[in-house]
């Protein structure tokens, strides 16, 4: 058979590197993995029996790096599913560091960490991970039709996607084949399995054009998969039917479908338990420095691209559209920090894999602080923190961007106990404070 994965146990034990005073220093040096391993006192000791995990795909990418790190400080084992098309293996190391260093005060033994480099469409590859994780005595039974099999998996997160609005107008198959089939084939597996708890990334962008218009948040019950009816801010009893209002790109559409389609499964088979998250615009990083956004290629989200400008790397930022419905004419936008973003996360498995914890096997979330900034906001921002002055070159709007988008976050306060706690300085901070441990990024780490 051929071998499929990579794992990395990480076995660590917090007794025994209570040395460690700097994490940022180990990690800012080119450290070999067996150093860093040495360093944290990794034993390389086997899960026990009954150890459950939660599966993340795409873990170590930005938005998955660090729900990976909160995962670990939440208590939760982790297995990571990551091919390395926007992320880096670096990342790993760091996230086992600043682990290790959370749990070290207390003495407590840090949770597992295994990464399997596969690209979660690899059926075969995923199903040869999976295969590692069933209990002892699992077997192939059928259950109405459908197998059942006993995992260590209690819970995924699925981040792997492609993410770029203007990309995905230019190659919209590629998305669709990714996001979409993907998808039903992930949940085809995890089924096989009996994993059945899953939190699913999805994105502010299935509202689509709905932020140009009257509302000035967000709210869940504007992009519903099923009749709703809910009280509205005068207490009105309103009626929202299945179907999207004007989205405006692939990317969008791709978040759209894969929200319908874990909807009707809820319904087919009421057994799932599924949150689909709608992040707004997740900016900053894990306060440390250690971890941050270097996407591979050119960058697509904002703040990426003005800090190249404040690194000189580009000359200036290309501020698309100055004509909007804003305080100074450019777009408005949720700036959620990234850390609130991951901490969410949290909230949403913890309330999908307790019984009697869901409202129904299918809900949505909006994730944003409720509060819109301009794009020279952000810039203004990042210039205050970095104290560098960012060159602007004004063009059009760009095909596929809208107006305004701010979240009406109140459900995942209620529901899920959950509230963004930073701010756009705060994430600004961060991102300079990256900057500054990582002048030439992940690459120079590896």
């Not at 000189?312 to 004419?329: C, M, N, R, W």
Request: glycine share 8%; net charge negative.
């Amino acid at each position: 058979m051929p071998s499929y994965t990579i794992s990395v146990d990480d076995g660590f034990d917090s007794s025994r590197s209570a040395s460690i005073s700097s994490a940022d220093s180990l990690a800012s040096s080119n450290t070999a993995a067996s150093e860093i391993n040495a360093y944290l006192g990794n034993d390389g000791a086997e899960p026990q029996v009954d150890e459950k995990y939660i599966l993340v795909t795409g873990g170590l990418g930005y938005i998955g790096s660090h729900t990976t790190l909160e995962l670990l400080k939440a208590g939760y084992n982790v297995i990571v599913i990551d091919n390395f098309s926007n992320s880096y293996s670096a990342v790993l190391h760091r996230i086992r560091i600043l682990a290790a260093k959370h749990y070290a005060p207390s003495g407590k033994r840090m949770p597992l960490l295994r990464l399997h480099n596969i690209d979660y469409r690899n059926v075969s590859a995923l199903k040869a991970v999976l295969d590692l994780y069933a209990e002892s005595d699992w077997t192939r039974q059928p259950l109405n039709g459908r197998s059942l099999a006993l995992s260590k998996v209690i819970g995924v997160i699925h981040f792997a996607a492609y993410k770029a609005v203007s990309e995905s107008i230019q190659y919209p198959l590629r998305y669709y084949a990714n996001n979409v089939s993907g998808l039903v084939e992930f949940c085809t597996v995890l089924e096989e399995y009996g994993i059945k708890t899953l939190v699913f990334s999805s994105s502010a962008t299935v509202y689509g054009t709905l932020p140009s218009g009257s509302q000035d948040t967000l709210r869940e019950e504007l992009c519903v998969h099923k009749e709703e009816r809910y009280t509205d801010d005068d207490g009105s009893i309103q009626s929202s039917h299945a179907g999207c209002n004007g989205i405006t790109n692939p990317y969008g559409r791709s978040k759209w479908m894969c929200e319908a389609i874990l909807a009707d499964l809820c319904v087919s088979d009421p057994s799932w338990n599924v949150v689909a998250l709608r992040y707004f615009n997740p900016v900053g990083c894990d306060p440390s420095g250690l971890l941050g956004e270097e996407p591979k290629g050119i960058p697509n989200n904002l703040v990426p691209v003005v800090a190249k400008v404040v690194t000189g790397a580009l000359p200036a930022l290309q501020v698309f559209g100055t004509d909007y419905e804003s305080k100074d004419g450019t777009a408005v936008r949720d700036f959620i920090h990234v850390t609130d973003l991951a901490k969410g996360h949290i909230a949403a498995l913890s309330k999908a894999t307790s019984k009697g914890g869901m409202k129904s096997p299918f809900r949505t979330f909006n994730l944003g602080t409720g509060s819109g900034h301009t794009v020279l906001d952000v810039v203004h921002a990042m210039e205050s923190s970095s104290g560098t002055s960012v060159s602007l070159k004004h063009v059009g709007r760009r095909e596929g961007d809208i107006g305004s988008s701010v979240a009406r976050a109140r459900r995942a306060e209620e529901e899920l106990g959950w509230k963004a706690e930073k701010s756009l300085h705060d994430a600004a901070r961060d991102v300079c404070n990256f900057l500054t441990l990582n002048p030439e990024g992940y690459e120079a780490h590896r």
